[in-house]
T-cell receptor, first 112, second 114 residues
């Protein structure tokens, strides 16, 4: 089974609009993290939400976590062309040695 | 801001050759990882390393792979006899503690096996 499945797979929006990306997972987690990857580059940590948290903010980012539904969402408000990238959710599974399990990612395109 | 540094950025090697990918994690981090990403696919966990030993490895990390922290700063991934399917981006990551902290990833090494 897949851990950390994002949807949609691709999202195209106009600059200034909000972008919402969703992630579902299957096993119990310690935390869920979101990463950004610009084309051909490394992964940049955006935000981490712990399993006992429901919502977290960081600048224009808002992440929610619903452990009963095993899902998370990442909202980017007032998007900019520079937000164009792939976004991955990654889970740190409860009871396991620390390692991240990544989803397939969402490709976000922000049109200027 | 502290960075995880990986070298080389791109390596081309012939099938069957050995390659060593190098990483310098952030100095006060304790947990080290290698992940790989085949083009267009998911980022996959390879191995985690803590206290100078492997703490977990995936099924991908077979006998052809090994990791080492030879001098307290470098963290290397060796592939003994490369296969075509080893072509991927390899990312090194480190974190202060294993749980509840975000990871810092390097920019990756693109390995091309021909």
């Amino acid at each position: 089974s897949q851990q950390g499945e994002e949807d949609p797979q691709a999202l195209s929006i106009q600059e200034g609009e909000n972008a919402t990306m969703n992630c579902s997972y299957k096993t119990s987690i310690n935390n869920l993290q979101w990463y950004r990857q610009n084309s051909g580059r490394g992964l940049v940590h955006l935000i981490l939400i712990r399993s006992n948290e429901r919502e977290k903010h960081s600048g224009r980012l808002r992440v929610t976590l619903d452990t009963s539904k095993k899902s998370s969402s990442l909202l980017i408000t007032a998007s900019r062309a520079a937000d164009t990238a792939s976004y991955f959710c990654a889970t740190d599974r409860a009871g396991a040695n620390s390692k991240l399990t990544f989803g397939k990612g969402i490709t976000l395109s922000v049109r200027p | 801001e502290p960075e995880v540094t990986q070298t080389p950025s791109h390596q081309v090697t012939q099938m069957g050759q050995e390659v060593i990918l190098r990483c310098v994690p952030i100095s006060n981090h304790l947990y080290f990882y290698w992940y790989r990403q085949i083009l267009g696919q998911k980022v996959e966990f390879l191995v985690s390393f803590y206290n100078n030993e492997i703490s977990e490895k995936s099924e991908i990390f077979d006998d052809q792979f090994s990791v080492e922290r030879p001098d307290g700063s470098n963290f290397t991934l060796k592939i003994r006899s490369t296969k075509l399917e080893d072509s991927a981006m390899y990312f090194c990551a480190s974190t202060v503690r294993g749980l509840d902290y975000g990871y810092t990833f390097g920019s990756g090494t693109r390995l091309t096996v021909v």
